[in-house]
C-alpha cells in the first residue's frame, strides 16, 4: 500500500469507515464472539504506563476485544490493568501458565511454585478475578505434552475452572504433530498455533523446527507418511469446534 493511497484512503470517511468496521467470529464451541483480530501484547510488555493506556485504548476503539498477555513485568501487568478498567467485561483475557518474568526477562518454566505465582500475580496485577482463555504454555515436545495434560499443569487449570476462575483451557505449540494430539485428547478448548503462508508451505518435516528456529534432521519418507499436515490439524480443530488463535500471522 502506498502513502499516497493511504492519504486518500483515510480522505475517503465512507471507504474508512468500511475498512475499519470489525468483523466478530464464533469462537469454536466456546460460545464467545471475539473480535478477527486480537492483540497479541508480546511487543509492549516493556512499555510505559502511557503508551499501554494508548495501545490499549486505541485496540478498544478500533472493536478488538481479544488481548493476550502472555508475559509482563508486575508493572506491566499493572498498567494494563488501569487501561482496562471500565471495559474489563467488554473484552477477553487470555493468560498463560507455563512462563514467568524474571528479573524482566521471559522465562518459560514448569516450576510447579513459579508458575502459580506468576498466574496468581496476573489477576491481582490487571485487577480481575476471572481469565477467559488459560493456555498450557508453548509445548512442542511429546514429554512435554504428556507432563502438561497428565500432571499438575492440566489439574491445575482445571481445578480453576471448576473454581469459576477460567473460561476455557488452551494450549499453545509451534508443532504440528503435537498440537494435533492435544486437540484430539479432548482436553484441550482452544489452539494458539503459527499460521501464515511460510509455515504453510514449508516442507512438513522442517517447517515446525524452523519456526522454533531449530536444526532437523530430514525425515524418511516412511516418516512424513506418518506426520500430520497442517490441513489434518485444522480440520480436526473444525471437526471438534476448538478455535484456533493465529499467532505468527
Given at each position: 500500500?502506498?502513502?499516497?493511497?493511504?492519504?486518500?484512503?483515510?480522505?475517503?470517511?465512507?471507504?474508512d469507515?468500511?475498512?475499519?468496521?470489525?468483523?466478530?467470529?464464533?469462537?469454536?464451541?466456546?460460545?464467545?464472539?471475539?473480535?478477527?483480530?486480537?492483540?497479541?501484547?508480546?511487543?509492549?510488555?516493556?512499555a510505559?504506563?502511557?503508551?499501554?493506556?494508548?495501545?490499549?485504548?486505541?485496540?478498544?476503539d478500533?472493536?478488538i476485544?481479544?488481548?493476550?498477555?502472555?508475559?509482563?513485568?508486575?508493572?506491566?501487568?499493572?498498567?494494563?490493568?488501569?487501561?482496562?478498567?471500565?471495559?474489563?467485561?467488554?473484552?477477553?483475557?487470555?493468560?498463560?501458565?507455563?512462563?514467568?518474568?524474571?528479573?524482566?526477562?521471559?522465562?518459560?518454566?514448569?516450576?510447579?511454585?513459579?508458575?502459580?505465582?506468576?498466574?496468581?500475580?496476573?489477576?491481582?496485577?490487571?485487577?480481575?478475578?476471572?481469565?477467559?482463555?488459560?493456555?498450557?504454555?508453548?509445548?512442542d515436545?511429546?514429554?512435554?505434552?504428556?507432563?502438561?495434560l497428565?500432571?499438575?499443569?492440566?489439574?491445575?487449570?482445571?481445578?480453576?475452572?471448576?473454581?469459576?476462575?477460567?473460561?476455557?483451557?488452551?494450549?499453545?505449540?509451534?508443532?504440528?504433530?503435537?498440537?494435533?494430539?492435544a486437540?484430539k485428547?479432548?482436553?484441550?478448548?482452544?489452539?494458539?498455533?503459527?499460521?501464515?503462508?511460510?509455515?504453510?508451505?514449508?516442507?512438513?518435516?522442517?517447517?515446525?523446527?524452523?519456526?522454533?528456529?531449530?536444526?532437523?534432521?530430514?525425515?524418511?519418507?516412511?516418516?512424513?507418511?506418518?506426520?500430520?499436515?497442517?490441513?489434518?490439524?485444522?480440520?480436526?480443530?473444525?471437526?471438534?469446534?476448538?478455535?484456533?488463535?493465529?499467532?505468527?500471522?
Amino acid at each position: 500500500v502506498t502513502k499516497e493511497f493511504t492519504v486518500d484512503l483515510y480522505k475517503n470517511k465512507q471507504y474508512d469507515s468500511e475498512v475499519a468496521a470489525m468483523v466478530y467470529r464464533e469462537f469454536g464451541k466456546t460460545g464467545l464472539k471475539v473480535s478477527a483480530i486480537g492483540m497479541g501484547c508480546e511487543y509492549v510488555w516493556t512499555a510505559d504506563e502511557q503508551q499501554v493506556c494508548e495501545v490499549v485504548h486505541a485496540a478498544v476503539d478500533a472493536g478488538i476485544n481479544y488481548f493476550d498477555l502472555f508475559v509482563g513485568t508486575p508493572s506491566t501487568r499493572e498498567y494494563y490493568g488501569k487501561a482496562l478498567q471500565g471495559v474489563r467485561d467488554k473484552v477477553y483475557l487470555a493468560g498463560h501458565l507455563g512462563c514467568a518474568d524474571q528479573d524482566g526477562q521471559y522465562v518459560k518454566t514448569r516450576d510447579k511454585s513459579l508458575c502459580r505465582e506468576f498466574l496468581q500475580q496476573f489477576y491481582e496485577k490487571l485487577d480481575t478475578n476471572y481469565i477467559d482463555v488459560l493456555f498450557l504454555h508453548n509445548c512442542d515436545e511429546k514429554s512435554d505434552l504428556d507432563e502438561m495434560l497428565d500432571g499438575w499443569m492440566y489439574a491445575y487449570a482445571k481445578e480453576l475452572k471448576d473454581q469459576g476462575r477460567i473460561g476455557f483451557i488452551g494450549i499453545s505449540s509451534h508443532n504440528t504433530q503435537i498440537a494435533l494430539e492435544a486437540v484430539k485428547s479432548g482436553k484441550i478448548e482452544v489452539l494458539m498455533f503459527p499460521v501464515n503462508p511460510l509455515f504453510n508451505l514449508l516442507p512438513q518435516d522442517t517447517a515446525d523446527a524452523r519456526m522454533k528456529g531449530r536444526d532437523v534432521k530430514s525425515m524418511t519418507e516412511e516418516e512424513k507418511a506418518a506426520y500430520p499436515t497442517k490441513q489434518e490439524l485444522y480440520g480436526t480443530c473444525e471437526k471438534m469446534g476448538v478455535p484456533i488463535v493465529a499467532m505468527k500471522p
